[in-house]
């Protein structure tokens, strides 16, 4: 039979499933993986066979790790061996799957072959039914109970969006996320700056948003290099700038001049920048070099507000809820259809922030195994009228960051009655080291 027919025949196999062939020195190669590898880790089926066999590859050594598992499992029913194995996404998120393996040959060949069947566990929601997930960062979903954060891409919106950046991740090409506040801009372009095609480059991060002119000064000056001596000492880097709009004019022009310098040595750059706003006004307004800007020569990635990714908000909600309850020690909980159409049709205006601000601060004022949801009109108002109004009108609508993250720890703390250690504790709960939770709690005043 010829390799299109193995193929075809796979794709009609529900599930994830990997052919090996064993050979002569008793080496598993890995020779067919069916179309679902698309749609749970983004690699299309013959990209993820070329990558099983180079050394290069965050894939071989995942590969070759699952078949040692199953050689442990297979020899003797070894007993400290579980049927669960780790995968990487195209863009570097990574989930756990349980796996069943059957060794056969057949009349054709006198060497073995090696049929495995995948699942995705499901605290790893983000993988079932998803082309993508993302993991840690700012903006995006939530697992309450490992403190990974996830895109659920159940939206045709987003849906489409993952296809274009799993089309882009491997291709140098510079990216701009944009997006509104909290859309996932950040935690979106942070997992394609850890996806394949970038292992072994040098990879530089600025938050220019919460930088200081100094900060910001010493940043482009460490990359850069001075006035007149250019960094060159790297091939290959890649730099993430998150709101690449604060950048300043000097600053633009050291990029610029640095980028021109690596470019003419033979060099490689990639810029993958996120922005609130748009370049071409501040362009307008003499605020954003048109020679970088045009220089740079973005692939734009446009992040839709929550409001209209209704899909993803019942996929988070239902996942997200349960997880957290469970970690909080407050079982089961239930999700009325009532309070899903009040998420729902919510607008959203500080999208995810929001979100889980609402989710959070309900969860802790649920009993009885069903969600309360307590929705703030005052602080959707805050959020929308902070992006209309400046000056002091807006800031005394509006509680201090520290204030309301004071609030939240006292209230975690609460339920955990006291303990930060532990799978009971607030810091597993909060998916944060416990180190650094006891600091926050400190900064801020709570015993």
């Avoid at 050689?71 to 195209?90: F, V």
């Avoid at 292992?199 to 930088?211: H, I, P």
């Avoid at 992040?303 to 239902?318: F, G, H, N, T, V």
Wanted: net charge negative; aromatic share 8%.
């Amino acid at each position: 039979m010829t390799n299109s027919f193995w193929r075809e025949v796979l794709d009609h196999i529900p599930g994830l499933v990997f052919l090996f062939r064993v050979d002569e020195n008793e080496d598993a190669h890995l020779i067919f993986v069916n179309s679902q590898i698309q749609h749970m880790l983004g690699y299309t089926p013959e990209e993820y066979v070329l990558a099983s066999e180079s050394s290069d590859s965050n894939v071989q050594a995942e590969v070759m790790a699952l078949v040692e598992k199953i050689a442990d499992l297979s020899h003797n029913g070894s007993s400290d061996a579980e049927p669960i194995c780790r995968l990487h996404s195209k863009r570097a998120a990574d989930y756990s799957f349980s796996f069943e393996f059957r060794i056969f040959s057949v009349k054709s060949s006198p060497l073995p072959f090696i049929a495995v069947s995948l699942e995705p566990l499901k605290k790893d929601p983000a993988v079932a039914g998803s082309s993508s997930a993302l993991p840690e960062g700012k903006e995006g979903g939530g697992d309450a109970a490992s403190g990974q954060l996830y895109f659920v891409t159940e939206s045709p919106l987003m849906k489409a969006l993952m296809q274009k950046v799993d089309a882009v991740t491997d291709q140098h090409v510079h990216l701009l996320f944009r997006g509104d506040r909290s859309t996932g801009k950040r935690t979106l372009a942070n997992q394609v700056l850890k996806a394949e095609g970038f292992s072994g480059a040098k990879t530089v991060d600025w938050d220019v948003g919460s930088m200081s002119p100094a900060e910001q000064n010493e940043a482009v000056e460490a990359l850069c290099g001075t006035a007149g001596k250019a960094n060159t000492g790297d091939d290959r880097i890649c730099l993430l700038i998150v709101e690449i709009s604060k950048l300043t004019g000097p600053n633009q022009e050291k990029l610029l001049d640095w980028m021109q310098v690596m470019t003419g040595a033979g060099k490689k750059v990639r810029i993958l920048a996120t922005t609130r706003t748009l370049l071409e006004e501040q362009m307008k307004r003499g605020k954003f070099s048109m020679e970088l800007y045009y220089y740079i020569s973005f692939e734009s990635i446009l992040l839709p507000p929550l409001s209209q990714r209704k899909e993803d908000i019942r996929a988070l909600a239902e996942s997200w809820i349960p997880n957290a309850a469970q970690a909080l020690g407050l079982g089961e909980m239930k999700i009325e259809e009532p309070v899903m159409e009040r998420l729902l049709h919510h607008d959203w205006p500080g999208n995810f922030d929001e979100f889980y601000r609402v989710l959070r601060s309900s969860l802790l004022r649920s009993d009885q195994g069903v969600f309360r949801l307590i929705m703030d009109p005052s602080a959707s108002a805050g959020i929308r009228a902070s992006s209309e109004k400046t000056g002091g009108e807006a800031l005394q609508e509006i509680v201090t960051f520290d204030e309301m993250n004071r609030q939240y720890l006292e209230q975690v703390l609460n339920k955990t009655d006291g303990k930060i250690y532990g799978r009971d504790g607030a810091a597993y709960v909060l998916g944060m080291k416990p180190t650094t939770l006891q600091s926050k709690l400190k900064k801020l005043g709570v015993r």
